[in-house]
């Protein structure tokens, strides 16, 4: 009973903010009566070379902006983005393959200049307030703005053939695979400032806009290990997680995003 | 047959009756109820043509002369600056053209150059009246001829204004703003802010030597169309006096009072003060007139001397003709003009002035429900202001600046409290209420009046009607009590005010007197029982506070009709104007106007003044009645007024299906960054902000305004006034954002 209730309180509280943000659009002008609009957008991964080098290969979005007042909007969003990444050089996290001996002792293996590559796959939603600048001439959605990203993304990961992780110690040793039971799934929440402006093509309704934001993980779930990989330990894992969660989440670290809307009155 | 003739006759009988009757109550109309100028007839080529291609015109003119590279520079920059203020002021809603006066105006010059031989001059010249107080004409350099209200309100004969006409046509011929314009060698571009009338004044301010040329050949120019010299002195004399009343009579203030009604010695001393003071300030401001240090203009008193020298010369003037073209069509104009310089006045809100003129216009031209309403207004006006505490010296009662005779009314005026102005007010208002019974302006205005007399001034006007001799009074007193009776010295504080049964404790005010020598008093009881006002008679929508946010009611607006939007645009840092590109630009926002209120769904209807070939005459005249409604209501700094141009503005406000008129004026300057050395400063310290600096620096600043404002033309409230600020580029997206939110927020009141 008490789950049934809270479900409904919870049903209740959100229908009524959507119903809330809703009415308060009605008190906005918008740019020639656009309140809203319907955006697709572009982020090329131009900044994720902290992780593991540069990589054009864009996420791309769908969003909803809605604004309430002249000066403030909120906007809802989606993105997805597939991409695949060569860590080139594991020395950074000191990585060396521990394989237990039959005595109970390790034999470490150092792979030097070891490089690996994988492919993930990363989906956020996202929830933005903006601020629009009104001195600046803007008038929600349309004009310059600062604001906000709060998302959270649901990162899977894998290869093309399954296999989690390929190491290669330069080429000189074995290469060893790492193969994986099924997707693997790591979850980040990241804050994101951001400054943009969207400008509108004439009385169309039709926009373009473009976005630059500095963000940072909050927190990221330590969920992903490796179920087939006996002769890991842990450090390998957390060095995987973090080859990953830095080149996912630290993508936002530096991000400058593109799209073009579509206005609704 | 005869039955046809009988009807033929019966016909042309009710069609002559008709016509003479019409003509008679136009005849009475005219001045009886005056109703201000209006344009008429052909609109004149300068309305009709653009700024830039008049611009461009006289552009076309300079390079086809022979004059040196640097000359044709100056004369390029000269013609557009000019062209371009010029047109400004024709378009102001302040010229009048095709109406009695600048027709007659037309006639006179035609006279002038005819009898020069220059009639090739009279087919470039264009007549206007320009609607100012100030008395001054000027000629501008492409042949418009401005002669204001206040000069022809001043004019005494024909012979004057052929003088003046001749001096400014002079101006015209020897192209002295050229020449001026050459030597001082700067643009004399009017800055933004700037009157109209004064931008005028700068580009035709002329020096002593052109002035005194003008002066000499406009007088050979008169003398030889055959007008008595000797009222070009008289035109200097009048001049001399410009801030004088056009005519004076001597009103003292005893004059208002009555045997019972008289006003305290106190107020007496301090007006006589005020009077001597200002009589000593008159001295002085008339030896300046005659002070040539400083002034580009020569002195009255030399230009008075050079003129009877030249007088001298032409022999004995006696039997030289004063009117030419006539002495009746003069005096129409001058009355015209008089009555227009009233409603001047008034739309100034200089209601202490407008009284004693209106005084000074009964006492020459008789009663008339006109001046009644000029009166009535003048009284409501002072008393309205005088109720918010605003400072008398904007409305008229300046003791300093109102020279002469109209000085002991207007210290008066400036010296009397809320209480004292709205008993002296209910007396004015109570004969000119019964003389002029019907009449719904005179209604409305004098149960405002009487709402502020009981409302603000907190007089209760049955106390006004009760009010008897003070002899009376005195033996009416009630009894004292025992405690104040005896002789020990206890003294009741409220003794102060007489008391008494009757009339309540106001009764020791000499005020209270002012209705106790009314003879009728059943008439006076009726009068000021219909004047009543009772804050529990209001409804519940008059209660409200009409521009308090939290019982404003949800307001839609959905038809308006606005004045053409205003643009200056300015770059670099001496903030040159680009006057080209602002025409494009007024065009243009016409238009937006036009196009997003449609979005808006807010019918917009916008004067479509800018010159050009579009331009109607009906858009003409209601351009100048809005702009007379609109100038009157901005110079009467309050929400409640009744206006008395409301008037004018239903009958193109009905035409219109509107009730609201909106007015909306832009500027943009772009231009260098001024350097701020304290954001140096702090970028030296957070040294990795120094390039964020530097591109901050040296890039463009941009300033643009939007300032609006929508009144309701019915109340004379302002239901929107917004001024927007923004440091970006003119674009046009950002003006479809900022038109529409501003269309937006007029039609909800927000």
């Known amino acids: 009973m008490k789950l049934i209730a809270f479900i409904k309180k919870t049903m209740l509280l959100s229908s009524s903010l959507v119903f809330a943000v809703v009415a308060l659009a009605q008190n906005n002008p918008g740019y020639l009566g656009y309140k809203k609009s319907v955006d697709l957008t572009i982020t090329p991964m131009f900044f994720n070379f902290i992780a593991g080098g540069p990589s054009f290969k864009p996420s791309v979005g769908l969003a909803y902006e809605m604004a309430t007042k002249s000066k403030f909007s909120i906007r809802f969003g989606m993105s997805h983005v597939n991409n695949s990444v060569t860590q080139n050089n594991l020395d950074y996290y000191s990585l060396a393959l521990s394989i237990p001996n039959n005595n109970g002792s390790f034999s470490s293996t150092d792979f030097g200049n070891a490089y690996g590559t994988f492919k993930y796959s990363y989906t956020a939603f996202s929830i933005a307030p903006r601020f629009f600048k009104t001195h600046k001439g803007a008038v929600a959605p349309y004009g310059g703005y600062w604001g906000f990203d709060l998302s959270l993304g649901n990162a899977r990961v894998a290869n093309d053939d399954n296999v989690i992780y390929k190491m290669n110690d330069n080429g000189t040793t074995s290469q060893r695979n790492f193969t994986n039971d099924a997707w693997k799934k790591i979850k980040v929440v990241s804050l994101q400032f951001n400054v943009g402006k969207r400008r509108y093509i004439g009385s169309s309704g039709i926009s373009a806009f473009y976005q630059m934001g500095v963000g940072y993980p909050l927190w990221q779930s330590s969920t992903m290990y490796l179920t087939n990989t006996a002769t890991y330990f842990a450090n390998h894992q957390d060095l995987l997680e973090n080859a990953m969660v830095r080149h996912i989440a630290n993508g936002s670290i530096m991000e400058i995003k593109f799209g073009v809307g579509y206005g609704i009155k | ?750």
């Not at chain 2, 020569?298 to 030289?320: C, E, H, T, V, Y």
């Not at chain 2, 997003?596 to 009645?625: F, P």
């Not at chain 2, 970028?683 to 300032?707: A, R």
């Open chain 2, 1 to 750: 047959m005869l039955l046809k003739i009988f009807r033929v006759f019966l016909c042309l009988l009710t069609i002559t009756l008709s016509s003479e009757l019409r003509a008679q109550s136009l005849q009475k109309n005219s001045f009886y109820d005056y109703k201000p100028a209006r344009c008429a007839g052909e609109i004149p080529s300068d309305f009709l043509v653009k700024s830039s291609e008049k611009a461009e015109a006289a552009k076309r003119e300079i390079k086809d002369s022979r004059v040196s590279r640097q000359d044709k520079k100056q004369e390029f920059e000269y013609a557009i600056t000019s062209s371009f203020a010029v047109d400004e002021m024709l378009s102001s809603g302040q010229i009048l053209f095709g109406d009695s006066m600048s027709l007659f105006i037309q006639n006179v010059a035609k006279r002038i150059l005819e009898s020069n031989g220059e009639e090739e001059l009279l087919k470039k010249l264009r007549f206007y009246v320009l609607k100012s107080p100030i008395p001054n004409a000027y000629c501008t350099s492409n042949g418009a001829v401005l002669v204001s209200v206040g000069l022809l309100s001043r004019l005494e004969n024909e012979a004057q204004l052929a003088f003046i006409l001749s001096h400014e046509i002079q101006h015209y011929i020897l192209k002295h703003s050229l020449k001026e314009y050459k030597k001082i060698n700067t643009m004399k571009n009017a800055s933004s802010g700037q009157r109209l009338e004064d931008k005028l004044s700068d580009i035709y301010n002329f020096s002593q030597e052109n002035e005194n040329e003008a002066d000499l050949n406009g007088f050979k120019m008169m003398q030889r169309a055959g007008y008595n010299l000797d009222e070009g002195v008289y035109v200097f004399d009048m001049l001399k006096y410009a801030e004088y009343p056009f005519l004076e009579i001597t009103l003292p203030i005893d004059s208002f009072e009555t045997e019972y009604y008289k006003f305290p010695l106190s107020l007496h001393t301090q007006i006589k003060e005020a009077v001597k003071q200002g009589a000593d300030e008159d001295e002085k401001h008339l030896q300046e007139q005659g002070d040539e240090t400083n002034k580009t203009h020569p002195s009255l008193d030399r230009r008075i001397n050079r003129m009877r020298d030249m007088i001298a010369a032409d022999g004995n003037q006696k039997g030289k003709p004063l009117y030419l073209a006539g002495k009746e069509s003069f005096n129409y104009i001058s009355k015209m003009a008089r009555h227009e310089l009233l409603l001047l006045y008034l739309r100034y809100a200089d209601y202490g002035n407008a009284y004693y003129l209106a005084e000074v216009m009964q006492k020459l031209y008789g009663s008339s429900l006109f001046i009644a309403k000029v009166k009535a207004m003048s009284i409501y006006g002072l008393a309205h202001h005088s109720s918010l505490k605003h400072s008398m010296d904007k409305y008229g009662c300046n003791i300093t600046n109102s020279r002469g005779e109209w000085r002991p009314l207007i210290a008066l005026f400036s010296r009397m409290d809320l209480k004292e102005l709205s008993a002296f007010g209910s007396r004015q208002i109570y004969f000119i209420k019964k003389e002029y019974k019907d009449d719904p302006f005179l209604d409305k205005v004098s149960r405002d009046f009487f709402r502020i007399v009981q409302s603000n001034a907190l007089i209760r006007i049955s106390d006004l009607a009760l009010a008897k001799p003070q002899l009376e009074n005195n033996q009416d007193t009630t009894e004292k009590s025992d405690e104040t009776d005896n002789n020990s010295g206890i003294k009741n504080p409220r003794n102060r005010v007489k008391r008494n049964t009757s009339t309540g404790a106001s009764m020791g005010l000499y005020y209270m007197q002012i209705f106790t020598d009314i003879k009728d008093r059943e008439y006076l009881q009726k009068f000021l029982k219909e004047m009543q006002y009772s804050e529990l008679s209001k409804t519940e929508g008059e209660k409200q506070d009409p521009i308090s946010k939290k019982s404003k009611p949800e307001q839609v607006v959905n038809q308006m009709v606005m004045f053409p939007p205003q643009i200056e645009l300015s770059y670099g840092s001496e903030n040159k104007r680009d006057l080209y590109q602002e025409e494009d630009y007024k065009e243009f926002l016409v238009n937006k106007w036009d196009e997003l209120g449609d979005k808006a769904n807010l019918n917009i209807d916008v004067l479509r003044t800018n010159m050009d070939q579009r331009v109607t005459l009906e858009a003409i005249n209601d351009y100048m009645s809005l702009s007379d409604w609109i100038i009157e209501r901005l110079n009467n700094d309050t929400q409640d007024m009744l206006l008395f141009n409301s008037e004018f503005v239903k009958e193109p406000m009905q035409r219109k299906n509107a009730t609201h008129v909106g007015w909306v004026s832009y500027d943009y300057k772009q231009g260098q960054r001024k350097f701020a050395p304290e954001y140096l400063l702090y970028s030296i310290v957070f040294y990795p902000t120094l390039p964020l600096y530097l591109i901050w620096q040296f890039s463009k600043e941009y300033k643009f305004n939007e300032y609006c404002v929508v009144f309701n033309t019915q109340t004379g409230k302002a239901i929107h006034v917004k001024r927007k600020k923004f440091s970006s580029r003119l674009r046009g997206d950002l003006l479809n954002a900022q038109i529409y939110e501003t269309l937006y927020n007029i039609k909800y009141g927000r």
